[in-house]
């Protein structure tokens, strides 16, 4: 049984394997993105709240994942590129996953155990459900998909002044 989301490797967009463990001590917003999606446009917002904290020891972790809608398609590359070029995404990217159903990213498992959903689901609901995990590398709370990067802003600085 995992203690923290320092206890998971994943892999880069480019296909290389890296500890959590590498994010220790910062402020952490994992997210489940998709490139087609209507909440595509929190690409800005995530990348904005990147930028202006992570000077502080802030990071936003991006995962693609294809199981709503089917609104990531595309490879690692054409990922990666869409990214780029459409909102200037320069926060860590991760290979496309499963965060749901027996395929599940184990870091995903992680989260969606220690931060339920409405109701005391586990079950992620659509693309760009976000994980706010502190310092310690503990799970502090969930948003989601509509909630707004910029609405996030207070409890991120909360964490990182703590």
């Known amino acids: ?3 923290s989301v320092y206890d998971f490797s994943v892999n880069t967009i480019a296909g290389e394997q890296v500890s959590l463990a590498d994010y220790s ?8 993105t998709a490139s087609q999606c209507g909440f595509t ?36 590359d054409e990922i990666s590129q869409f990214c ?4 200037g995404v320069t926060f860590p990217l991760f290979e496309k996953i499963d965060v749901n159903g027996e395929n599940a990213a184990p870091l995903f498992n992680y989260l969606t155990t220690n931060a339920r959903g409405i109701l005391g689901s586990k079950r992620i609901k659509w693309n760009f459900t976000k994980f706010l995990v502190g310092k310690d ?26």
């Open 137 to 162: 590398g503990k799970v502090v709370k969930r948003y989601a998909p509509t909630t707004k990067p910029e609405a996030i802003e207070s409890d991120i600085q909360k964490l990182l002044s703590a």
């Open 84 to 87: 780029e070029l459409n909102f």
């Open 1 to 3: 049984m995992s203690n």
């Open 41 to 76: 446009k929190q690409y800005a917002g995530l990348e904005s709240l990147y930028q202006a904290k992570k000077e502080q020891g802030f990071s936003v972790l991006g995962f693609p994942c294809n199981q709503f809608g089917e609104q990531e398609k595309g490879g690692s």
């Open 25 to 32: 001590e910062q402020v952490v917003l994992v997210v489940n």
